[in-house]
C-alpha cells in the first residue's frame, strides 16, 4: 500500500483550467500504471486518465483533447492538466496506483474537489 495525497482541486469559471497533482508515496513509483478518477454527486467513480509506467496515455472520451495526464517519476508524482472546463466536469477527483487492467487497487486518497461555475 502507497499513500496517495491529491491537491489543485478548487472553483473555476467554465472555460478555464486547474492542474492536479497527486504525490504518491513509497518506493517503485515509476514502475507503477496511475489513474486519475473522478466521482460527481450522486454518480459511481470512474476512470478519467491513466499513464503507464512508460508514459502511454488513455483517456474517458468526454476528457480528450481537454485533459492531460503526465507523470514526474524523480518527484512520485502524477499530474492532471484540466483545460476548457465545463460544469459537467464537477467532481471530487482521486488518483490510484492500477493493475494491468486499469483498476484501481490501493486504499483511495482524500482526493480534491472540482467545481466548475457556469
Known amino acids: 500500500q502507497v499513500q496517495l495525497k491529491e491537491s489543485g482541486g478548487g472553483l473555476v469559471q467554465a472555460g478555464g483550467s486547474l492542474r492536479l497533482s497527486c504525490a504518491v508515496s513509497g518506493s517503485r513509483f515509476s514502475i507503477k500504471a496511475m489513474g486519475w478518477f473522478r466521482q460527481a454527486p450522486g454518480k459511481q467513480r470512474g476512470l478519467v486518465a491513466s499513464?503507464?509506467?512508460?508514459?502511454?496515455?488513455n483517456y474517458q472520451d468526454s476528457v480528450k483533447g481537454r485533459f492531460t495526464v503526465s507523470r514526474d517519476n524523480a518527484k512520485n508524482t502524477v499530474y492532471l492538466q484540466m483545460n476548457n472546463l465545463s460544469p459537467e466536469d464537477t467532481a471530487v477527483y482521486c488518483c490510484?496506483?492500477?493493475?494491468?487492467?486499469?483498476?484501481?487497487?490501493?486504499?483511495w486518497g482524500q482526493g480534491t474537489q472540482v467545481t466548475v461555475s457556469s
Open positions: 499513464i503507464t509506467s512508460g508514459g502511454r496515455t
Open positions: 490510484n496506483v492500477l493493475n494491468s487492467v486499469g483498476a484501481p487497487i490501493n486504499s
